[in-house]
């Protein structure tokens, strides 16, 4: 039997809970909202006694959370209308697949009128405002890149949690769709931008081969990930090999490094700057990660000193 203290008032929630050996969060977030007679679950929100952070991993067992069993009780909030983790995926990746044929497309009515605003401050358009054939690779790549986002999200990536407030998509969404989608495409393709005035081979050839090695050893990271554990395993498992030797979280690894072939391509600042602050966050992600590993398998585990790049982050 578990206490419930509640961090937000919810009617009808009982203040004790009888359960099972066997009880995960997921099954006692269905019996107390069977209990508040709250139709969506996901909404009910289930957090540490001491940390007050939130047990996300649906498959978690209660018997293995150490406050949980030491004080008999664990916080309880409604989180309010939920979204599936897979949707807001989805949705982030659709703007930059949305933003950059768009402008591909308008090239000719776009570009005009802002080099008249520009003029002076960038190189001269190329004649009749042609693509590059630098621009016609970046175009591909970042395309691949967003398509192969959405066909992983859809096939392989399995979420530790079913949803998030329905809110938070907007503000998870703003990043991709404004810097990868909205300023990325609109200096992209531009026909006075670096990718345009490119004239180096030997760069796009460079920034090709370090694209698709990222891109190939991330989605085997995510493939390796999904499938760590067999179907009926509640337990966290060790990662190993993949990149795990070197790093915590090798997919971010490799992430960074199809970006900086996308970036070598491109030469451009707007998505230098997107794929900077990406790895910001995936760096306190990651050392999120690290820190739930050493908590979790303590000696078992070999501590990471870089989480994301070798000698650096």
């Known amino acids: 039997m578990a206490s419930l203290s509640l961090k937000k008032p919810i009617k009808g929630l009982p203040t004790e809970i009888d359960l099972p050996q066997d009880a995960n969060v997921e099954y006692v977030k269905k019996q107390l909202a069977k209990a508040a007679r709250i139709s969506d679950f996901n909404r009910i929100g289930i957090f540490d006694p001491v940390s007050k952070k939130t047990l996300k991993d649906k498959n978690s067992l209660i018997r293995e959370q150490v406050e949980v069993i030491k004080h008999g009780e664990f916080l309880v909030k409604d989180l309010g209308p939920q979204i599936a983790w897979r949707t807001v995926y989805m949705v982030e ?115 090709l081969a370090l694209y698709l090695f990222g891109e190939l050893a991330n989605a085997d990271v995510h493939y390796y990930l999904a499938t760590l554990r067999k179907p009926g395993e509640t337990a966290r498992k060790i990662p190993r090999g993949h990149g795990f030797g070197l790093v915590t979280c090798p997919n971010y690894m490799f992430e960074i490094l199809a970006w900086v072939g996308i970036i070598l391509v491109t030469r451009s600042p707007a998505l230098a700057f997107f794929i900077s602050i990406g790895t910001y966050f995936m760096w306190t992600w990651a050392w999120g990660k690290e820190k739930a590993y050493r908590k979790q398998f303590g000696d078992k585990y070999k501590k990471k000193r870089f989480v994301i790049l070798p000698g650096l982050l």
């Open 93 to 207: 990746y659709l703007g930059p697949l949305l933003f950059h044929p768009l402008f591909l497309g308008l090239r000719h009515y776009v570009y005009p009128p802002l080099y008249q605003l520009l003029q002076g401050r960038v190189p001269e358009p190329n004649a009749g405002g042609a693509l590059s054939a630098t621009q016609k690779l970046a175009f591909g790549m970042i395309v691949a890149h967003f398509v192969k986002r959405e066909v992983e999200t859809v096939l392989v990536h399995k979420f530790s949690a079913n949803t998030m407030p329905a809110a938070y998509i907007f503000r998870n969404s703003f990043f991709y769709w404004v810097f990868a989608g909205l300023l990325g495409g609109l200096e992209l393709y531009a026909p006075f931008s670096p990718a345009a005035k490119a004239d180096n081979p030997l760069i796009n050839y460079a920034g």
